[in-house]
């Protein structure tokens, strides 16, 4: 098949994913669907299309991964940053070491640094599988957005990690002190680059839109090459383009607070980053599954390379390293929680010990996804004295098994272990959502009594626009009298009265501005003014 022809179909997978998630009798999370249409595909149709890693990190990730750091709460992350942290780096260097020990002991035949190195890339968890799951299973606000915050970072710590166990695999040589030295710079370099990008490109972009104008496109546009002038710089200069592609987006999220931003050029923004969102997850898990029949067919060699005739054997590896990663991380999440409460009685706070199945469901979340698979991909074909990579075949093998564990794993348990898991509510959402819509509505008031006199001055009669002020204002102050009034109160505004029209327009200016106040200020988070804006923002494109 041609390119476009594959793009096409692979887009056509997806759409008939999610009408196939709907009519399967029994609940399924979209990617294990999308994954079962992708082996379809190369199976029985034999239409695969095989896998370049380099090319999938370029196209796929720096975008996925902008959007991610773009739209997560930051106070959320920042409030959890250890735990995130602790669980990104941490769990990460228990995981190598762990798998790798267990691989080594279990299949002799697979050398201790490619045991590393399948340990290094299993380690990574998957930020969309856990999203899809968690739309079936009732996660916690929470705990959603700790397991974010963890795959957003860990992808960086696992691939480094993978990086130096495949090169002692290659040079038979490992220095701790330059690993280290070069984790930091991977690190410290690609947050840098991606933090300089984005202030960079918004600067240029500000000036030359006040001194020449625009398209309303250009945003838009500017918007999805920022991730990968992120991800390509940060490659360029050998640190981490996945992390550059992150902390792009943390920024992007932080410039978005000025306001500077169109109404109109939000809203058409956001959906075209939904879609985007949308096809390029679904293609992932597609290209997964396109790579199964492939694996499954060299299972025979994957037998002889293990040195067992049995060719159930390879269930068996597969269950044990699923079983053994799911322990691992079962027992890091216990004594990060159990450090956590240890820290929060010593300063005084008065907390419960964590539910044990939330421990569990903690545990089983850590779901693999297709960045574990692109990049067990990359393992090189041959040493550099021409020898074929020892147990290549077999890592992949594996690696793919346990995506697929993972998943099914996570799938089946997490809801049955969520139901009826009574957790402390937080009411610091809806407090922000109340102090915004005060705010936001008292400030719209005043705007509108300002603009009356500009408004009457343009030829326009002074009863009119004092009519209409009346009217404007009076859905503002019911604001203030009750909680929770609905967007559905511009549909009241007569269309046509160009005075009411422009006196709404002119509190809406206003209450945006005030929400970007507040977030500016920290005294709501940019998730709530994100939620804010966009109401602002659909009510404006209403009038306008």
């Not at 109109?264 to 679904?282: E, K």
């Not at 994957?302 to 005739?309: A, D, K, L, Y």
Request: proline content about 5%.
């Amino acid at each position: 098949m041609h390119a476009i022809e594959i793009v096409l179909a692979m887009l056509l997978a997806v759409v008939l994913s999610g009408y196939c998630a709907r009519v399967i009798p029994f609940p399924l999370p979209l990617p294990l669907v999308q994954i079962g249409l992708g082996a379809i595909i190369a199976g029985v149709l034999h239409h695969g299309v095989k896998l370049d890693p380099q090319i999938f990190f370029l196209l796929f990730l720096p975008p996925l991964l902008f959007l991610d750091g773009w739209r997560i709460p930051k106070d959320d992350l920042f409030r959890d940053k250890w735990t995130i942290l602790e669980l990104a780096l941490g769990l990460v260097v228990i995981t190598v070491l762990g798998a790798g020990f267990l691989l080594h002991w279990l299949i002799p035949a697979m050398p201790l640094p490619v045991a590393f190195a399948l340990g290094a890339i299993v380690s990574p968890t998957d930020p969309v599988a856990v999203s899809s799951i968690a739309k079936r299973a009732p996660i916690p606000e929470r705990l959603l957005r700790i397991l974010e915050g963890e795959s957003l970072l860990n992808d960086a710590s696992g691939l480094v990690c993978f990086r130096f166990a495949v090169a002692a695999a290659m040079t038979g040589a490992f220095s701790a002190a330059q690993a280290s030295l070069t984790f930091l710079w991977v690190a410290l370099g690609g947050l840098g680059v991606g933090v300089g990008v984005t202030l960079g490109v918004s600067r240029v972009q500000h000036v030359l839109s006040r001194r020449f104008g625009e398209e309303s496109g250009s945003p838009i546009l500017i918007s999805l090459l920022i991730p990968f002038g992120a991800y390509l710089g940060a490659e360029h200069l050998h640190a981490s383009g996945i992390l550059a592609a992150v902390s792009a987006g943390i920024t992007m999220s932080y410039v978005e607070l000025t306001g500077r931003a169109l109404a109109t050029t939000r809203v058409h923004r956001a959906a075209v980053w939904d879609t985007i969102q949308f096809s390029l997850n679904g293609v992932m898990f597609v290209l997964l599954g396109e790579q199964l029949p492939e694996i499954l067919r060299g299972a025979n060699d994957v037998v002889r390379q293990s040195g067992r005739e049995e060719p159930w054997m390879l269930a068996v590896y597969a269950l044990v390293l699923g079983a053994g990663l799911a322990a691992l991380r079962f027992f890091w999440v216990w004594a990060s929680m159990r450090v956590s409460l240890l820290r929060a009685r010593r300063r005084g706070e008065e907390r419960e010990a964590t539910p044990w199945r939330l421990v569990a469901a903690t545990s089983l979340a850590g779901v693999r996804g297709t960045i574990t698979l692109a990049g067990i991909l990359t393992l090189p074909l041959a040493l550099p004295d021409g020898a074929p990579f020892p147990a290549r075949d077999l890592a992949i093998f594996l690696a793919a098994a346990v995506i697929v564990l993972s998943l099914v794993g996570a799938s089946v348990a997490l809801p049955r272990l969520l139901v009826g898991l009574e957790l402390p509510a937080e009411d610091r959402h809806q407090e922000e959502l109340d102090l915004a819509r005060r705010v936001s509505a008292k400030a719209a008031i005043a705007a509108i009594d300002a603009a009356q006199p500009a408004s009457s001055a343009a030829a326009v009669a002074v009863d009119l626009y004092a009519q209409a002020a009346v009217r404007v204002m009076s859905l503002y102050e019911r604001r203030l009298g009750e909680d929770g009034v609905t967007t559905g109160a511009a549909a009241r505004l007569r269309e046509g009265d160009q005075a009411e029209r422009e006196l709404r327009l002119a509190g809406l200016k206003a209450e945006r501005e005030a929400v970007y106040q507040l977030a500016r200020d920290r005294r709501i988070s940019d998730d709530t003014a994100r939620r804010l804006v966009r109401e602002v923002d659909l009510l404006e494109e209403r009038l306008r």
